[in-house]
T-cell receptor, first 116, second 113 residues
Framework: GAVVSQHPSRVICKSGTSVKIECRSLDFQATTMFWYRQFPKQSLMLMATSNEGSKATYEQGVEKDKFLINHASLTLSTLTVTSAHPEDSSFYIC????????????FGPGTRLTVL | GENVEQHPSTLSVQEGDSAVIKCTYSDSASNYFPWYKQELGKRPQLIIDIRSNVGEKKDQRIAVTLNKTAKHFSLHITETQPEDSAVYFCAASQSGGYQKVTFGIGTKLQVIP
């Protein structure tokens, strides 16, 4: 299947700093990328849908000024957690769909964010 | 929007027995139903999917059934093995790369050797 990479895999930061997470589709063009947040032993909570070249669509309850999403190209989307706080600590996973892989959604390996 | 309910939340079976996970969805426009397996600390992996023009699909020990009228679909794992132990998520979506996927809450499957 198609490959989606995510970087970094793990980040620890101080409260108040900003953290950027990159999501890349390595062997296909992702017309749409999704960002999820997953708490321990819980399901994947969709944060936003990102289409290349347009503004992201955020789910209800997700602060767009807190979680900045940029989808500058068909292979790269970034999520920036601004002014991070301990409650932002979570597992963030991106996924990508599009191109020849019309329906299937391919997930990145995830980023474990810990805010001290 | 779409709402996907999944049960049970936890399931323990003896090795070799079958496991069944059931999901319901609310949006009649949904026509693509993937199932994902997620091992601890790892990314979800697609194990099987079904589209609304098909009632059943099988891949070795895994099968999925879909009842469009009742808006429910199920995952069946036969001859379970310890390596099947993981969290399984059902999901529903409309066709199209830009459509979001709504996930169920997940089922933690434990296969007891």
């Amino acid at each position: 299947g198609a490959v989606v990479s995510q970087h970094p895999s793990r980040v620890i930061c101080k409260s108040g700093t900003s953290v950027k997470i990159e999501c890349r589709s390595l062997d296909f063009q992702a017309t749409t990328m999704f960002w999820y947040r997953q708490f321990p032993k819980q399901s994947l909570m969709l944060m936003a849908t990102s289409n290349e070249g347009s503004k992201a669509t955020y789910e209800q309850g997700v602060e767009k000024d807190k979680f900045l999403i940029n989808h500058a190209s068909l292979t790269l989307s970034t999520l920036t957690v601004t002014s991070a706080h301990p409650e932002d600590s979570s597992f963030y996973i991106c996924s990508a769909r599009g191109g020849a892989v019309y329906n299937e959604q391919f997930f990145g390996p995830g980023t474990r964010l810990t805010v001290l | 929007g779409e709402n996907v309910e999944q049960h049970p939340s936890t399931l323990s079976v003896q090795e070799g027995d079958s496991a069944v996970i059931k999901c319901t969805y609310s949006d009649s426009a949904s026509n693509y139903f993937p199932w994902y397996k997620q091992e601890l600390g790892k990314r979800p992996q697609l194990i099987i999917d079904i589209r609304s023009n098909v009632g059943e699909k099988k891949d070795q020990r895994i099968a999925v059934t879909l009842n469009k009228t009742a808006k429910h679909f199920s995952l069946h794992i036969t001859e379970t093995q310890p390596e099947d132990s993981a969290v399984y998520f059902c999901a529903a979506s409309q066709s199209g790369g830009y459509q979001k996927v709504t996930f169920g809450i997940g089922t933690k499957l434990q296969v007891i050797p």
